[in-house]
DNA sequence: GTAGGGTTAG
């Protein structure tokens, strides 16, 4: 009996091991396949291409499937060109699918031509082959080819999807391509993906890009679903567009319904709160993101260094470039536009040399112009001229553009050499623009140069007859010479030109809230008491020696009336206002959306000087920092 | 397998 039952467990033993050997065997030598998979999860690419090599012909669809899925995931270009190379010499014919993962391997790799080689020699294409042969064109920043891509798709019969349309979109974004945008748009609606998250934020950017905010604004409002990159892109484009405050606005809304941000919205953010200078609101969201702790954290200190230039505290700028780990261009280019445009010329020049030293970062196009206006706004032609000399012997490895060029023109012009730049402008192997001959049409002014001012103004007007400002400077212009009849002549110009002028608009924040002021403006809550202040002020301030400039206005009225019209200015308000609001001896900061007009910028010296105020004033092209009735702008901008 | 938003200058 113990016999038999050790017999039965014996026969159940064996089998059970020789089962257990058949799985053990499998282990050990287990099929090409499974063992290709093991390496690449492991994370073991180049034993998994030793494989492919020994076992060449085991390869099949699974083999590549897997060796490239790796390849991909990784980026590896060298690894699945040899795998791409196997290919072609074991003579195996890979299906579609094979074919679309190598062209995408190609195109992440940045290796188009390669990318676009496979394309072409695809026997047949589904969407997802055209989709990623678009996607690379159009990551790689060739929109035309995108879009040549996907009328081809069109064509052919491949009907689009969801990613083909969150794709193409981002090419749409010229004048040109808006046109197809637009169309694309019709396509979209037809298959159903308006509302789709991806195709909507795409959709909101391009027409944000193009300007239609409040097409971008519909597209948004419509989506079923939102999520970060939709309401980011939507803040981005109210910020690209200056709707700075709308911008905001939103960002606010969006929080309190449990929007979650991330480092591109906090950039945008940032960006819209620059152009208020809304330093109050920045010092809170620049507290904010220090508690989030968020990647990337490079671009969003270089947010925080521009967003404290252009509120006009440098000091808070510099210690955030001073504290950073690694810094990109664009990290120096902000604080030297900061310095530069409140005129600190040899702050630029310190931090250019420091950056030259250190030699870790290139400069670019944008540090040189930031370091020669730097020049320019300090007043420190001479130094300019000879970077600019450098420029052009190539020391920095780069040569200087046409806005390089009309930084020279401004470095002339401001130092009083009129004559010569207008040879140099002659000279230049550029076509002068519009803000060249406008910088150099104000430098006449300052320095009260009516013959080369009469030409170059007439240059300008030619090019440029529906700019409102060039008429005002030239007027300046012949009215400090006397010459009443050319004011009244381009007066008349003006009007048959119908020249339009963006409204002038500024504002001032306190306690964290924007007081804006319009030209004559009657909105703010406090409008009766901001008039009868100016009023006060117009009178205490001539007592002082203040006159009003009648040049300023191109309006054909009586002196009265001009005199009224200047005492609108929305600066003058916002000054009156901040004098209202603000206890003795509180600086006044002051933002203007255009370049401020001399009247304003003389009342506001005035001001200064008779109020005991320092006044900071931020116009469309620098700061003007006013202390006792002296400008740190040297009266020229 | 293929997809969307961002920072400097003008």
């Known amino acids: 009996m113990l016999e038999k039952l050790k017999q039965t467990a014996f026969i159940a033993l064996s089998f059970k091991n020789s089962s257990f050997s058949r799985q053990l065997s499998q282990l050990t030598f287990p099929p090409f396949q499974s063992k290709l998979k093991a390496l690449c999860s492991n994370g073991q690419l180049h034993q998994a291409l030793l494989e492919m090599a020994v076992e060449g012909l085991e390869m099949k669809f699974e083999g590549y499937d897997t060796i490239l899925n790796e390849c991909v995931n990784r980026k590896a270009l060298r690894e699945g060109q040899r795998v791409h190379t196997h290919m072609i010499k074991t003579q195996y014919l890979p299906p579609v699918y094979l074919r679309t993962r190598l062209l995408i391997l190609y195109s992440k790799c940045d290796c188009l031509v390669d990318a676009r080689y496979v394309f072409d020699e695809m026997p047949e294409r589904n969407v997802v082959s055209w989709t990623a042969m678009i996607s690379g064109y159009s990551q790689k920043g060739v929109p035309l080819e995108a879009l040549n891509l996907f009328v081809q798709m069109l064509r052919s019969g491949t009907e689009p999807n969801e990613f083909t349309f969150a794709t193409i979109l981002p090419s749409c974004t010229d004048d040109y391509g808006f046109n197809y945008g637009r169309q694309i748009h019709s396509l979209i609606i037809r298959y159903n993906y308006d509302s789709h998250v991806f195709v909507g934020s795409s959709l909101l950017d391009m027409y944000a890009k193009a300007g239609k905010i409040h097409e971008a604004r519909t597209v948004f409002d419509s989506l079923t679903q939102r999520d970060v990159v939709s309401c980011t892109a939507m803040i981005a484009g109210y910020a690209q567009q200056g709707c700075d405050e709308e911008a905001v606005e939103l960002f606010r809304r969006l929080l309190k319904e449990g929007m979650n941000s991330n480092y591109v919205t ?115 032609e001479d130094t300019g001229l000879e970077i600019f000399d450098e420029m052009v012997a190539e020391k920095d490895g780069f040569q200087p553009n046409i806005e390089h060029y009309g930084c020279v023109v401004d470095l002339l012009g401001r130092s009083g050499r009129l004559e010569k730049a207008l040879k140099f402008i002659d000279e230049m192997p550029y076509k002068p623009t519009a803000a060249i001959w406008g910088s150099l049409l104000g430098a006449c002014r300052v320095h009260s140069n009516i013959d080369v001012g009469e030409y170059v103004g007439r240059q300008l007007l030619e090019i440029e007859p529906e700019n409102a400002g060039n008429y005002v400077i030239l007027s300046n212009l012949y009215a400090s010479a006397g010459r009443w009849e050319e004011v009244r002549n381009l007066r008349e110009l003006m009007k048959e030109k119908a020249v339009t002028k963006e409204p002038g608009r500024s504002w001032m924040e306190l306690d964290q809230t924007l007081h804006t002021f319009h030209a004559s403006d009657r909105s703010h809550p406090r409008k009766d008491e901001v008039h009868m202040k100016v009023k006060e002020l117009a009178v205490r301030l001539k007592e002082a020696g203040y006159e009003p400039d009648l040049s300023c206005v191109l309006y054909d009225v009586e002196e009265e009336q001009k005199e009224k019209i200047l005492l609108g200015h929305s600066e003058k308000l916002a000054l009156a206002f901040g004098l209202l609001s603000t206890s003795e001896g509180t600086p006044l900061r002051v933002m203007k959306n255009l370049r401020i007009c001399v009247d304003c910028h003389n009342f506001a010296k005035f001001i200064s000087k008779l109020y005991g105020r320092k006044v900071s004033l931020r116009d469309k092209n620098r700061f003007h920092h006013i202390k006792g009735g002296v400008c740190s702008c040297g009266d020229y901008w």
Not at 288 to 294: A, N, S
């Open 266 to 380: 906090y950039a945008s953010l940032l960006t819209a709160l620059s152009g208020l200078a809304a330093l109050d609101q920045g010092k809170q969201v620049h507290n904010h993101i220090l508690r989030q702790e968020l990647p990337s954290y490079v671009v969003l200190q270089n947010s925080m260094i521009d967003m404290y230039a252009k509120c006009g505290n440098l000091i808070y700028a510099r210690r955030v470039f001073d504290s950073m780990p690694e810094r990109t261009v664009i990290s120096w280019n902000a604080m030297l536009v900061g310095y530069s445009k409140h005129g600190m010329g040899s702050k630029v020049l310190e931090l250019f040399q420091m950056m030259r030293a250190e030699g870790y970062v290139k400069p670019d196009s944008v540090t040189f112009l930031a370091v020669l206006s730097g020049c320019s706004h300090g007043g420190m």
